[in-house]
């Protein structure tokens, strides 16, 4: 099915932050791949918006309000009065203070959140937030260069309209902090494709991981080892996302398409070509749900850029050019200037057809254990994060994206008794506050 309205979030400011000079995130990729995306013509079959930025509110509805006031405070500047909760939060090296610690996660959270509130209005069939998907981040510290969750804020709005959520992350890194979040539960499944062993960032994600208590089968974990090309991973990745649909019956995706599983990224270890990886961002889209992609890791700038283009033309259905057109950044893809360059190949695939034949049968097995689509009555669904007038206000150019919610219409809301963020029955977060 074609003419999706695909809703497209991005602040022009997002891409200013950096962690630091030698650090291999780099925020500056999203002013290139929204330059390109622009110069490239995209912006003619989508909605371009300025997001909504997260109030320290909508983050403290998955993270502790301690750790949420500790980034707020922080500056590079105050470090040493701060300098017993660096360790306690897990921020310093990996996750640095950097000048806008808590601007940077507000944009990227807000965006995520707001496109989750406009398909639960409806709005949009598509949301596309490439400054998202932090997928690491945990409700009391930061963790691989993550330091809000946005995608668990932005599942936990789809709850409030869909009984039963998917996740799939196809980063090279497992999703452990969505996991994490979800584990307990059966309305949000979560399905990790990553590199597993040898001590590979975050260590967890084996196929024995599989949720536990109302959660468990819920968690999926396919553990992939190096060099895995786009044939082998499309033959994992389609029967399982097949499978799970067909069981699960989702009423909602969100799909963090982490480019580090691309050849050649600074950080990982896989051999997707841009095709490859967004042939499974196609197989999503076609499976005709509404649909919240994000962004994630992605270290080697020019071929994150390339993936995320590639992949919004693939969710507005518009054919792009495999020459880049002429932009501000052009130079960073010399010396070919294509979209889609050739695959060299640094490692050879560790994964025999057996071994993934023995993952998919995994998966299945455990799938067979899954209620068939289970339900959820969902009583006194509580307040959108944003009242609809502040919705319709915010399109980009038209008014101050930094509006925050009047306090009255954050005493408005109610949470549900039986919902994930009711602090005194929440199981899903193994906590005791
Ligand atoms: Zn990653």
Redo the contacts with the bound molecule.
């Keep these: 099915m074609s003419n999706k309205r695909v809703f497209y979030f991005y602040n022009p400011e997002v891409g200013n932050f950096h962690y630091g000079p030698a650090h291999p995130m780099k925020p500056h990729r999203l002013s290139v791949i929204h330059s390109l995306v622009l110069n490239y013509g995209l912006y003619n079959k989508m909605q371009i918006y300025r997001p909504y930025r997260a109030s320290a509110h909508d983050m403290c509805r998955f993270h502790h309000d301690e750790y949420i006031e500790f980034l707020q405070r922080v500056t590079p500047q105050n470090l040493t009065t701060y300098s017993k909760y660096l360790n306690h939060f897990n921020v310093g090296e990996d996750c640095p203070v950097f000048e806008g610690l808590y601007d940077f996660c507000s944009m990227y959270t807000g965006a995520s959140l707001d496109g989750a509130m406009k398909l639960n209005k409806n709005c949009c069939d598509i949301a596309i937030n490439w400054s998202g998907g932090l997928?690491?981040a945990k409700k009391f510290e930061a963790s691989?260069f993550c330091y809000v969750n946005d995608i668990v804020i932005a599942i936990l709005e789809l709850l409030k309209y869909h009984p039963r959520v998917l996740y799939i992350d196809i980063?090279?890194?497992h999703g452990d902090g969505v996991q994490e979040a979800f584990y307990l539960t059966d309305r949000v499944m979560t399905v990790s494709f990553h590199k597993y062993g040898n001590w590979f960032?975050p260590g967890t994600g084996d196929m024995y991981e599989i949720g536990a208590d109302l959660g468990r089968y819920y968690s999926v974990n396919v553990p992939l080892k190096e060099g895995i090309d786009d044939f082998s991973y499309s033959q994992v990745f389609k029967p399982v996302i097949q499978h799970v649909m067909d069981l699960y019956q989702p009423t909602a995706i969100v799909l963090q398409c982490?480019a580090?599983?691309l050849n050649g990224d600074r950080?990982?270890c896989f051999n997707l070509s841009t095709k490859g990886h967004g042939e499974c961002v196609k197989f999503i889209k076609d499976l005709n749900v509404p649909l919240l992609t994000v962004g994630?890791?992605?270290y080697t700038l020019r071929n994150v850029a390339r993936c995320w283009t590639y992949e919004t033309s693939l969710l507005i259905d518009e054919e792009i050019s495999n020459i880049i057109p002429e932009h501000e950044y052009r130079d960073y893809f010399a010396p070919d200037f294509l979209l889609h360059p050739e695959v060299v190949t640094r490692q050879d695939n560790a994964n025999s057809k057996q071994y993934l034949e023995l993952i998919v049968k995994h998966t299945y097995d455990n799938l067979k254990m899954v209620q068939h689509s289970p339900s959820v009555q969902i009583q006194n669904v509580p307040g959108d994060a944003l009242p609809t007038e502040e919705m319709n206000a915010i399109a980009l150019d038209e008014t101050d994206p930094d509006v925050r919610q009047p306090q009255i219409e954050l005493d408005r809301r109610v949470d549900a008794a039986n919902e994930f963020y009711d602090d005194d029955k929440d199981q899903d977060f193994d906590e005791t506050r």
């Design positions: 997928h690491h691989g980063d090279v890194h960032f982490g580090d599983s950080l990982g994630g890791g992605g």
